[in-house]
Every structure is written in C-alpha cells, then in structure tokens.
C-alpha cells in the first residue's frame, strides 16, 4: 500500500473506464440522450417562465416548481438511460458464444465490474455536471435552496448509482439474452416506481427544504430522527450495492475459481453488522420489534442464497483445493466459506438458526409472537426440505446435467408444490377462496394463509418430517462432501512457480525486414 | 515455452466436443491443427486462451497449470478468433492501447509496445481508423496485434486465414515466418492444407474430438503415408516398356505405370533403398534424366485419416 502510494505518479485510471468513455463520447446514443436532455430541460424551464411572465401574481414558489420539473427529467433520464446504457454493452460482451477478449486478459473480474460501475457513475457525473447550471438557476427564482438542489442531487446520484449496479448485475446473468431482456423489462419497470417515489420524496423535501428537515428549524429530535432514516436508507442502499458487486464479481469469475468465499463472507460481516445495530437500536427504544426488519431481511437474503449454494458443483476445482488449510478449525471454517452445496447449506442453516434464536430472545416478552415464529420456523424447515429434495434429484436423475439445475429445481419443487392442489381443485371445479387458506401440508404459501396455530404447528412438523427424511437420504452425500474437503495430496504436483509479473518488453519493429 | 495439452476433454451437457486429446509443442514451432468441422479444433483453442474451462485435463505451459493459474496463462498466451469482436466506435489505436493497458503495461512501455505492435502489423497507417471500417484483412491484423501486444510466448490462431484475399494470406504467413524465428510457440488451425504445410513443422490432427496424428510434418508423414510416389524421367522414351518391366521385377516397386513421357510407381523402401534402386537403374544403363520422389501431402494424410464424422 505504501509502495503504491509512493509510486503516485505511475497511477494509472482502469483501462476498463477509459475505454468505455472514449466509446461513450463517440457514442451517439449518449452524445444524443445528453442533446436531447438538455433541449428538453431547455425548453421546460423556458416554458415555464414565460408562463409566469404572462402572470399577474407573483410566484414566490416559481423556484422550486421549476426544479420539481427539471428533476423529474434528470431523474428519468439519468435513472433509466445510463444503467440501461451500461447494461447493455456489458451483456454483449458476455454473449455465450461470442464472448468478449478483455475477458481472458490479465484483468481481475474485481477490476472489470469497477470500471464498468465507474463507467456509468462518470457518465452520471456528466448528466448532473450539464444540468447543474439549469438547477443552480432555479435558486434564482426563488422557492428553492442551495442546499436542498445539492442535498437532491447528491441523493439522486447515489441511486443512479445503485441503478448502475443493478444493470451490471443483471448483464452479468449466465442467462439467455431473451431472460436478460425480460429482467430488464422488469428492471425499468421498478425503475420507473422509484423514480416515481423518489421524486415524491424530493417534492417532501423541497417543501420544507433540507435546512429544516435537518434539524434548523425544527429542533434537535428532528434532525436525529431525518439523518438516522437518510443513514438507514443510504447504509442499506449500500450494502446491496455491494453484495450486487460481489455477485457480479462471481458470475464473471471462472467456475474453478473460489467465487462462494467473498460473497458468503460478505453477508456474514454485513448480517453480523446489521444484527448489531439492530440489537442496539431496540437496547436504546426499548421496542423489541425493531429486531423484526433485520430478521425478515436475513430470511429473504438467506433465502435467496439458499437457492444458490445448492446450485454449487459438487467437485471442488484443484484450485480451490489448493487454498484449502490444513488446520482442522481453519478447514471447518473454509468448508463454510468456500464453493461446494454442502457447506453453503451449513452456512445458511447457521446463520438463520443463530437469527431466529435471537429473534426469539429479544421477543421473548411478547408472546402473541409465537404463531409468527412458528410459521418461520415452518417456512425455514421447507426452504431446506425443498433444497435438499432438489440435490436428490439432480444426484440420482441428472447427475450429467449443470449444479444450477438444483436450485432451479428447488424453485420449480416449491412452485408446483403451491400450484398443483389449486390447479386439480380447479379442474374439478372446488376452487374457491377458501380451499387456499385450508392446510395444503408441503406448501412453503400455504404456510402463511393457513388460519389457525394449529395448522401452522401441522405444517411445522410435516416440514421437520420432511427435512429429517431428506436428511437421512442426503447423509451419505453430505459426509462424502466433507471428507473430500481437503488440502491437495502432499504428493500431487505442485504448481511451479509464477513467472515474474512484470510487464513484457515491445516486439522490435520489423515491418522493414 | 513448452505447451502440453495433456488428457483434454470438454463436455457440454451429453456433446462431448474435446475426448482426451493430448499433444506438445514447443517455442519456435508452427503446429498446424486440422480437422472436419465440428472436430474440437476451436474448443481446444478457447481452452487454452482461458475462454472455456476443460472438463478434465489440462494444459501445462512450461509446467504451470492453466486450470490453476489462469491468470498466470493469460500473461503467456495470445489468441487471435476467428474473427474480431465487432467493437463500435473505437480506433484501432485505442483498441491496442486498451489491450496494452489490460495487460498492464504503463506509461512510455505501453506507448512503445503498441506503436512497436503498430508497425510489426503494418497498420500504422490506419491506426485512426474506427474498427468497423476496416476490411477482413486489416481486422486480422489487428487481431494479431491485440494478441501480441503483451509479448506472449504461445500464439493461438484460429482460422486466421479464413476470408483473406490471396496478398492478405502471404503476408500473413510472413508474419508468421517472423513469430516463428522469434521462438513463438504457435497453434494455427486452417482448413487450407496447403498453406498450412507451407508454414508448419509440425501438425495435430483430430476428428469428433479424438487425436488422429500428431508430430513434426515429417513424423506424420512417414506413419500415414509410408509409400512415396517416385517419377522416372529417360532421355529416350524408347526404353520406358524396358523399364516398367524391369520396374515389375523389382522388390518394393508397386503399381508401376506411364504417365506421359514418364514411368511413375510406388516405392514402400527407405530413402537409402531408393538411392540404391536408382544406382540399380543406372548400372542396367538406363539413361535416366530425372529421378523424383514426391510425398504425400497434408491434404493426401488429412483425407486418409479422417472419415469426415462430425458431432
């Protein structure tokens, strides 16, 4: 760190960033997008001056109605343009058959997925920097404040670039590009919605403006209160960014590559991170349910990663193998941490297990709880029922075909499982709304619409019946998962050692030969 | 730079397009990889320039693994596609100079390798040029350019000859001529023979993703193709029933027959063998103006030795 800082003047911008500017500025689609903004903003705020001028009343707002405007177009342009920009170049260059030769450069995934990111945040910068005289010139007009345009479009920025992420993550997708497609349809779809909130949260904020949200006028609780839920907002705003990072890292990693380790650490620090601040928060207000969000979070997120670890191949690469320690409590970390279904599926039972008994501890005290609890408990059993039912099949039936048809396997299981009785009622005619609040036993929804404690106890124990079946059934696999885990062989080849990195020397000209 | 590829195999789903093949090459060797279409050629290129992940085996460069040391391979290998991602708004400047910067070259080196790259490739002259207004030849130009921008030691070439015009191909074979002297190891996969017994010294030949041949040209040739054709030329043609009889009598000698103003056969002996046969000739004073011997050809061992099965 210190040498790098030392050789300060070899620093060099990622080659990623510079050539995707140089294409940006080239582009027409960006030269066009950035013309086209800028006339609309253009004549927006010339329309809605001469407006006033024909009024005979003074408009002491015409400030902030003018910037409510101009925000709604960056906030579209920005939010929809540059990510959709950024993803598309980078889903073509990931096309399956054609894939792009920066790939196989010595260019680390890290280093690909920033440059893309910074990209479009540059690009972002761009949009912002061209329209900030039309919004500094809104204050001029009176209604609005210094402070609040750059307190919005510092917001603004930060969920572009979150947008950004997202879009990366998406082209990153080992999926068909019809998939990619339709994700980005949906993706512009929920684009939209938060452009659409956000702007309502922008016109709360240019009501009162961002002086006296932040405590100016209103005193000292409201402006603890405004900045813990901005923290909140930007802290969880972030850790997604990151873990959509992290995930893109991975997908673009190569198979043989430890792409599980970062990821699971990642949501370990940052579940253990959270769970902390959780634990104070409710330590400090007293209101045990304030654990609730952290829990719910920790469940969807795990649940999620559920579905991935088991889309883990089953061999570990020499690779991976060669990293593994030879120490048995550093070997029984690393089979938490590193590839393979096996230890993924101890990590997420670890992590929901030490959730849910904290949850339980911290709401001891509110015993209407406990049906909650139980249908949790019920949901969690099934995820992993459902999980370990999808490995069987793939083991025993489709042992040839890909790991990731595992976790769509689950996915399918769990689907069909909720479908199928409510497909049959219908056919024979007995559907009706009440056959799907009855207990349909195996059906992860179910478990949430059945009425009564009893039937959520039911569904608690078919799901432990199931799980321990499925235990018994994946025992043999598990423990061959976990003895396999070892360091390479002492007497396997070892790799020889790497040529020196340093750059190579330029080819002498020849052309005269 | 030693390449072995030992054992390789790839699957996708139940295709299996790489079955265990293994060969080597070696610096300064031009390895020339034939087979039918659909053979595995391409697959086992974008193996060894880390595109693909084998299913099993491996590719050893100088030793190190490339299915553990990826990053240390791609430092060591240069692949030229058979053809140039179709990059959009982008000169063919900027374009090496953003692959001299992924390889990590810096600041005046990274200047001086890409106009040293520039001008080995003899595209000085369209350096400002945007990539898609470049004709075929020129793209694969600069497709060896971005391939040899770090200095590799290992050069893949897959079908870089395809769509060249006929000026395009001798100066690409020039070019290779140059790699080889400056002790490239290089894999080129062609369908055009000829050319490639041109260039090569050496040759892997695969169908349905099995090896059929591999060696140096002249081990190839001596396994497949045993038999040479030899021509005999007299300065009197009056003495060519003479010498076909005499020819019929002779051990080693098949299918002797005219062929215009010439006897042809097959000869089965050794070069040594062929000597004497021709001393033999002489003292039985046939007057003998010419004595050739030709080898079968790339062409004439790649039909003999595949049946043209794809997968």
Redesign the interface.
């Known amino acids: 760190m210190v040498q790098r800082l030392r050789n300060w003047r070899?620093w060099?911008l990622n080659?990623i960033v510079?050539?995707e500017l140089?294409?940006a500025v080239?582009?027409w689609s960006v030269t066009g997008m950035l013309l086209l903004f800028l006339s609309v903003l253009f004549c927006t705020g010339l329309v809605m001056i001469l407006g006033h001028a024909l009024d005979v009343h003074a408009n002491q707002r015409l400030g902030a109605n003018v910037f409510q405007a101009f925000i709604v177009i960056l906030t579209f342009s920005s939010l929809v343009f540059i990510p959709l920009y950024v993803g598309t170049r980078l889903a073509a260059?990931r096309q399956e058959n054609?894939?792009?030769?920066?790939?196989?450069?010595?260019?680390?995934p890290h280093r690909i997925i920033r440059g893309k990111f910074f990209c479009g945040a540059y690009m972002a910068v761009l949009f912002f920097s061209a329209c900030m005289p039309f919004m500094a010139f809104t204050n001029l007009l009176r209604g609005i404040d210094l402070p609040t345009v750059g307190f919005i479009l510092v917001c603004l920025f930060l969920v572009v670039c979150a947008a950004v992420q997202c879009a990366i993550f998406i082209a990153c997708l080992p999926v068909s590009k019809l998939f990619k497609i339709l994700l980005g349809l949906g993706g512009f779809i929920v684009l939209n919605m938060v452009s659409g909130m956000l702007n309502a949260i922008f016109y709360t904020l240019m009501q009162s403006g961002i002086v006296s949200m932040s405590g100016g006028v209103a005193g000292v609780h409201a402006s603890s209160t405004f900045w813990t839920g901005f923290a909140t907002a930007a802290g969880v705003i972030l850790a997604v960014v990151v873990l959509l990072y992290y995930m893109s890292v991975a997908l673009i990693s190569?198979?043989?590559a430890n792409r599980a380790f970062a990821l699971r650490v990642y949501i370990t620090v940052v579940w253990l991170l959270s769970g902390i601040l959780s634990l104070y928060r409710v330590s400090i207000s007293s209101n045990s349910e304030l654990i609730l969000p952290w829990a719910i979070t920790t469940f969807f997120l795990l649940s999620g990663a559920l579905v991935v670890v088991i889309s883990n191949n089953d061999e570990l690469?020499?690779?991976v193998r060669?990293r593994i320690p030879s120490r048995a409590f550093l070997r029984i970390l690393a089979f938490l941490f590193y590839n393979g279904a096996a230890g993924g599926l101890v990590w997420v039972a670890l992590l929901l297990s030490l959730t849910a008994m904290v949850t339980m501890v911290v709401l001891d005290s509110r015993p209407s709880g406990w049906r909650e609890l139980a249908a949790g408990a019920a949901t969690v059993l099934y995820l992993f029922a459902y999980a370990l039912t999808a490995l069987l099949i793939h083991r025993k039936f489709f042992s040839?075909?890909p790991a990731k048809l595992a976790g769509i396997l689950m996915v399918f299981l769990a689907g069909a499982w909720a479908l199928l009785p409510n497909m049959v009622l219908f056919f024979l005619g007995r559907l009706t709304t009440h056959s799907f609040d009855t207990l349909q036993p195996g059906s992860i929804f179910n478990v949430w619409l059945a009425r009564g404690f009893d039937s959520v106890l039911l569904h608690l124990n078919c799901g432990a019946a199931w799980l321990l079946l499925m235990l018994v059934l994946n025992a043999r696999w598990f423990l061959r998962q976990l003895n396999h885990f070892q360091p390479v062989e002492a007497g396997a080849p070892a790799?020889?050692p790497?040529?020196a990195?340093a750059?190579?020397?330029?080819?002498?000209?020849?052309?005269a030969? | 730079m030693k390449v072995q590829v030992r054992n390789l195999r790839k699957e996708f789903?139940?295709t299996v397009a790489v079955d265990g093949i293994t060969f080597s090459f070696d610096s300064g060797h031009v390895f020339g990889f034939v087979g039918p279409n659909g053979a595995g050629k391409t697959t086992t290129m974008r193996i060894i320039?880390?595109?693909e992940?084998p299913t099993d085996g491996d590719v050893l460069l100088?030793?190190?693994?490339l299915?553990?040391?990826?990053?240390?391979a791609?430092?060591?290998v240069g692949?030229v596609?058979d053809s140039l991602?179709a990059?959009?708004?982008?000169t063919v400047h900027?374009y090496l100079d953003?692959?001299a910067?992924?390889?990590?070259?810096?600041?005046r080196?990274?200047t001086?390798?890409v106009?040293?790259?520039e001008?080995?490739t003899?595209v000085?002259g369209i350096r400002d040029k945007h990539l898609k207004a470049l004709s075929k030849g020129m793209k694969q130009r600069v497709s060896l350019g971005?391939a040899?921008v770090?200095?590799?030691d290992v050069l893949i070439l897959d079908e870089p000859a395809a769509g060249l015009d006929p000026r395009a191909r001798v100066e690409l074979r020039e070019l290779l001529a140059?790699l080889a002297e400056?002790k490239k190891a290089i894999l080129i996969s062609s369908h055009i023979l000829t050319e490639l017994t041109e260039i090569c010294n050496g040759v892997v030949i695969i169908e349905k993703g099995r090896l059929l041949e591999t060696g140096t040209i002249d081990e190839v040739l001596k396994k497949s193709a045993p038999r040479r054709t030899v021509a005999i030329r007299l300065l009197d043609p009056a003495q060519s029933s003479e010498l076909l009889k005499e020819l019929l009598l002779t051990p080693l000698v098949e299918n002797a027959r005219p062929v215009g103003s010439e006897v042809h056969f097959e000869f089965a002996g050794s070069e040594p063998e062929a000597c004497d046969l021709l001393g033999q000739l002489v003292a039985r004073r046939f007057r003998i103006l010419e004595f050739r011997q030709t080898r079968a050809d790339l062409e004439d061992i790649f039909m003999s030795v595949t049946k043209g099965g794809v997968q």
């Open positions: 070899e060099e080659p510079v050539k140089r294409q080239r582009s260059e054609n894939l792009d030769l920066l790939y196989i450069t010595t260019l680390t190569p198979p043989s690469s020499v690779r060669r040839r075909r790799a020889q790497p040529p990195p750059p190579p020397p330029p080819l002498p000209t020849v052309a030969e | 789903g139940k320039a880390t595109i992940e100088n030793g190190i693994s299915r553990e040391h990826p990053e240390l791609r430092r060591a692949y596609p991602p990059h959009a708004d982008i900027e953003f692959y910067r992924a390889y990590g070259l810096r600041g080196k990274r001086e390798a106009s040293a790259i001008e080995f003899n000085t971005r040899l770090h200095d590799p140059l400056r």
